[in-house]
């Protein structure tokens, strides 16, 4: 897998590179979501959850001091002493007239529907209802500055309404009936009532539907509108100190939600998601008990209980068992979505204890990590993709210009020497490709000097060899000469035997010449075959013939058998081959022996075996036999075999030489040489090509004999 190079940069670009990459990555992946992300949300919630309870108190501290104030002014007392005159001025009446009937309402019906048509305080009224009439319009004028309170009633300490605010926050008049309903009503039946009048305190009345509802909520708006939250103050005689009356403020519980419904609770968090996504937190305020749902963006959700309606008893537990009013909700699942959220208790002084909740899903936590981690996985694979194109790139750049001078490699060692690479690069591969042209050129121009000098040698070579063959017939007949010479000159009466003795062995070295001549004129390629069918058997006899002489003069026994056989060749050099066979077996016997020749057909070959009992070969020897001139002998040519081989194959035949089986009677091996040709059939058909056995052109080797110094005729 790893067999090239760009492989093997890339698989270490990645390992090394873009492997702890992603281990990175996936570790980023895994730890900032839960670790960094949850964790500062969770403090983010605290913190929002801290504020959103703080601004409530501070609201609830507001109407506190508000109460204070105005329960404390000096008009309020002037107000408590007109109502009490009046009814001074009610019972005198009553005890003097007898007339029950005219109790009636604190206020003159008139004066009721004055005050219903704004009209208080326009000196319209009764003199004695001045003082009360003032106040009114203090209380109307209260009303609208602080814009949350419905309705402010000033009460006697016997449960009458003494005066009430007379507009709405946005300066509508009250409705004549809401009036009249409020000054008939008996409000020593309150508990709050009472509480404030023993408890000579500010009195907090907890998230309720008002029984005194101004006005129905406005349509599109939520529940919020129709509770309210109330707060009663006693009101003390200016002199005594005594409690002598109380002022209520009724709150619309929508400012309170409002505190906990502003945008802050989704600011907070914009940052967790991308923009045209609004962050999931909202808040929400449940009662005292932890319980019931007081505040809600869900309206359906009022006055539900968590742990029963909503199915998250844990919650209500985890407020529950906090001491500190203040902590994180275990995590929790509501409508599908899993959420973290953070709770605190708020307005504790007035026994209000409201529970201010902020709860974010987990998909928001999650989302910027989320995010993050995308975009380091995103990363991830660019980089992945990159270094991988990139080592790929560079990889193909480094191993372009290496296949190259490998192939050129290739074609120099085929031999091309013609062959230039071209890398233009200037690094080290440059020169590399610059070293291996210039290394070519050379190569190629010692070549032309090598091939060069080698013909030289070879033919030096064959020059020496041909010299020195020449040379050693020629002595012979030199001195044989010089014989001639001194017999004719002293007249010897010998003359005409030597004369005869001497042309004769000129004859043979003339001889002995040719066949030299022949040798090497065969070795260069010689004549061009003319085959034809030549009987085997008939040939090997003629050359036997041939050499009955030298081998009767040796002391060789020459035995012949077989049954022949037809083959396809040039008569000369076959005769040539058998001629080189039996001549090296003769030579290989110097002091006698006997020579076994014989041609069978075997299967659809001619086989020609001819073994002596002479030296044999070496192994040496045998490595070396069919080299062009090696020779054991000291005047051998050493092309016999040479040539033989060459004959033999062009007629797509074998020959072999190899160590004779051993021969118990001479306890001694010999060679046994033997020569494999097609057969041709036995039906002889009169080819065209045929060429008929003729003596060939000559004779045995008797030169060799002679130069050997074997033969009979060394003087
Ligand atoms: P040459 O006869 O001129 O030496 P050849 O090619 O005919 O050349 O033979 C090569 C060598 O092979 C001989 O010198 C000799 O050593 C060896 N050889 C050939 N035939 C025989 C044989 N019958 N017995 C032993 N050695 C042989
Ligand atoms: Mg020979």
Known sequence: ????????????????????????????????????????????????????????DYFIDERHQDLDLWSNAPSINLALDDDLFEQRMLERARVEGGDPESGGPPWSAASVALLARGRMGSGDLDVGSQARALFTSELDRYVARKAVYDVLLLIADDGRLVTCSSRTPEGEPLSFELLECLFLTDFSREEWFQRTLDEERIIGVDHHTSPYR???????EDQAWNYHVGFAAPVRESNS??????????????????IVAAP????????????????????????????????????????????KDLGLPQMVEAVRENRAGWGLYPEYTFLGEEKNAAFRRCAVQDGFS??????????????????????LLGGTAFVLVMATLWTFVIARRTTGPILELQRYTRRVA?????????????????????????MTRELKAQRGRLVKAEKDAAWREMARQIAHDIKNPLTPIKLSLDLLERVRRNGDPNADEILDRTTELMQRQVENLREIAADFYEFTGGRKARPGRVDAGELLDEVLHLHD???????????????????????????????????????????????????????????????????????????????????????????????????????HGSITLEPAPWDEA??????????????????????????????????????????????????
């Open 666 to 715: 001479r306890e001694g091996r010999g060679t046994l040489a033997t020569v494999r040709l097609e057969r041709l059939d036995e039906t002889p058909s009169a080819a065209p090509g045929e060429v008929p056995t003729e003596p060939g052109p000559t004779g045995p080797e008797q030169g060799s004999e002679q130069v050997d110094g074997e033969g009979p005729g060394t003087s």
């Open 241 to 258: 100190g005594a409690v002598r009356g109380v002022l209520y403020g009724l709150v619309n519980w929508k400012f309170i939600q409002d």
């Open 354 to 375: 409201w529970v201010v909740g902020v709860g974010i899903d987990n998909d928001d936590i999650y989302a910027t990590a989320e995010e993050l981690s995308d975009l």
């Open 1 to 56: 897998m790893l067999r090239r190079i760009s492989t093997k940069l890339v698989v270490a670009v990645l390992l090394t590179v873009v492997l702890p990459f992603v281990v990175f990555a996936v570790f980023i992946n895994e730890q900032m979501g839960d670790r960094l992300t949850r964790h500062v949300v969770q403090q983010a919630l605290m913190g929002l959850v801290k504020d959103l309870g703080g601004q409530i």
């Open 214 to 220: 101004i006005y129905e909520a406005p349509p599109d």
């Open 549 to 651: 002489a030298w081998a009767v003069e040796k002391g060789v026994q020459m035995q012949r058998a077989g049954r022949g056989g037809l083959v396809n060749a040039d008569v000369g050099k076959l005769r040539r081959v058998l001629v080189n066979l039996v001549s090296n077996a003769l030579q290989a016997m110097p002091n006698g022996g006997e020579l076994f020749a014989d041609v069978d057909p075997e299967g659809d070959e001619v086989v020609i075996r001819i073994r002596d009992t002479g030296t044999g070969i070496s192994e040496d020897v045998r490595e070396h036999l069919f080299e062009p001139y090696f020779t054991t002998k000291g005047e051998g040519t050493g092309l016999g075999l040479a040539i033989s081989k060459r004959v033999i194959e062009e007629l």
């Open 414 to 438: 085929e031999g091309d020497l013609d062959a230039q690479v071209d890398i233009s690069s200037r690094d080290e591969l440059g020169h590399l490709a610059d070293d291996f042209n210039a």
């Open 264 to 307: 802050v609770v989704k600011d907070a968090f914009r940052g967790l998601v991308k923009p045209p996504e609004e962050p999931s937190p909202y808040s929400w305020i449940w009662a005292s008990d932890g319980d019931t749902i007081l505040g809600h963006p869900k309206r359906s959700l009022y006055y539900k209980s968590v742990s």
